[in-house]
């Protein structure tokens, strides 16, 4: 492709050579660059990216992008030199690609929780309405019935470009994506097309890369303030954060909720691990899904297919017969009756979600056994406080290993510790090995009790010292509630 034409929409501050050059492909990484490759040099937190111009120019690259010209400049090569070589990957990448986020209505969703769960029911909503449609998420990407691997909550520019082509190509009409706070601070989502963005929440997360809970916010407001007249924006005004969302954004303003005013309403009238029963816009519904957390959720999705011109009757009918994502209060029941549940929650805010659903739906007799872990490379600050919601919420805890990754998994199970408090101390317990502290809680657990796994749900491995090995919490709490019976 001309590489003047991918410079459209670009802001450039000098260009060196000729525009007219053609591009083969497009890379940030040094090592993947072959003849005819832009290569965008990227500072990034570890490396940056401005090292490798000439080595890529060695390799074959035939146009830089970067924020500082080299202070010799080869006579073959283009450079374009942009105050932010993240932000031009983005807007690039699109214009490479063809823009096919404007050739489908692409709705981004943000917060700390429900991410998953929300684009995953949409995603089988209009799959279920009859549309082709598209799925970005942490478990899985899908284009129509086709499953493409997740690496990341929300890919670099390049292969979301190259996803959204492929979803356009084999007949997509929407795309549900999650948007990570990351995403939008790293310019991920530069010059994408959407149609419509939801806020589901806000809680403590991310504090290692944003430093402070207000960077945090900036950032998921940042992505409703590049929405489009043309888009919606749609927001949970039952969290304290959520009209914050709308202020400033050019976007059509849609709210939901079950404790406030809002356009889209909902009443729990019963939750059981049988499903929830709601009431949704004066109309009665039974949904297959548990919790209160989950209600906002399946609003959430009610709400974005009203906003997408849905049939309000169709939309519930479909969502009614649907699970939800993976690894999300993912619950079985042993022979004995003890029932085991595995989530995702790994964020203080999300684990008190789970636990409070699950007091709210609990007898009043029956145990909670409680394993959880925090992960490696993390933020730090969180681990006391997710040890604390535990302990508080459960009548035993097992701390133990989450994903280390290259930490040390000891000393993440000492930072939750500091979180138990004296009172507490009885009720915890520390056994390093996952696998053994989910078959320990397998075994103190009594007929009728109730097993959280929490952390890692959908993931079907541990992460330790940069090697992945095979590990999945429903797996093995299945195996073991199986050798009980």
């Not at 692409?106 to 309405?129: D, E, H, P, R, Y």
């Not at 007898?363 to 394993?371: A, F, R």
Request: overall charge negative.
């Amino acid at each position: 492709m001309n590489l003047q034409d991918l410079l459209y929409g670009v802001s450039i501050k000098s260009l060196k050579g000729l525009p007219q050059v053609e591009v083969a492909a497009l890379t940030f990484d040094s090592r993947l660059v072959n003849a005819g490759t832009l290569f965008f040099a990227i500072r990034g937190t570890a490396v940056d990216g401005h090292q490798f111009i000439n080595q890529t120019i060695a390799a074959g690259a035939n146009v830089i992008v970067c924020e500082e010209l080299p202070t010799e400049l080869n006579e073959q090569v283009t450079y374009v030199e942009v105050d932010d070589s993240s932000e031009a990957l983005g807007v690039i990448a699109c214009n490479f690609y063809g823009n096919p986020s404007a050739d489908l209505k692409l709705v981004g969703i943000t917060g700390t929780n429900g991410k998953t769960t929300i684009a995953t029911l949409l995603f089988q909503l209009f799959s279920g309405l009859n549309y082709g449609v598209g799925l970005i998420s942490t478990v899985q990407n899908q284009i129509n019935e086709r499953v493409v691997p997740a690496t990341h909550t929300t890919p670099n520019p390049i292969a979301l470009n190259q996803l959204l082509r492929e979803m356009v190509d084999e007949g997509c009409e929407y795309c549900f994506m999650e948007v990570s706070s990351h995403a939008v601070s790293q310019h991920r989502i530069a010059g994408l097309t959407f149609a419509g963005g939801v806020f589901s929440n806000i809680t403590h997360d991310h504090l290692d890369f944003h430093k402070t809970f207000d960077n945090y916010i900036k950032a998921k407001k940042a992505f409703f303030d590049m929405l489009p007249k043309s888009a919606f924006a749609l927001t949970n005004t039952d969290d304290k954060n959520g009209m914050v969302m709308l202020q400033n954004t050019n976007a059509h303003k849609r709210t939901y909720a079950l404790k406030q005013m809002a356009d889209f309403k909902a009443k729990i009238i019963e939750n059981k691990f049988s499903g929830l029963h709601l009431e949704i816009d004066h109309t009665d519904v039974f949904f297959k899904m548990v919790g209160s957390f989950n209600a906002y959720n399946l609003l959430a999705a009610y709400g974005t297919a009203v906003s997408l011109e849905q049939d309000q009757l169709k939309v519930l009918t479909t969502l009614s017969a649907l699970s939800g994502a993976e690894g999300r209060f993912d619950y079985i029941v042993s022979k004995s009756g003890i029932v085991g549940i595995v989530d995702y929650a790994h964020t203080p805010d999300a684990v008190q979600n789970v636990l409070s659903t699950i007091a709210n739906i609990r007898k009043g007799t029956e145990q909670v056994i409680t394993v959880i872990g925090c992960g490696g490379d993390r933020d730090k600050t969180k681990r006391p406080v997710m040890a604390k919601v535990a302990c508080d919420w459960s009548d035993k805890v097992i701390l133990t290993s989450d994903n280390p990754r290259t930490e040390d998994p000891q000393m993440i199970i000492k930072d939750m510790e500091a979180g138990v408090s004296p009172t507490n101390q009885r009720k915890a317990i520390s056994i390093l090995d996952r696998k053994e502290a989910i078959k320990t809680a397998c075994h103190i657990a009594q007929p009728g009790d109730i097993i959280l796994i929490a952390g890692k749900g959908h993931e079907k491995y541990q992460e330790i010292n940069g090697v992945r090995h095979h590990f999945d919490d429903k797996e093995i709490i299945n195996e073991q509630l199986n050798q009980i019976n």
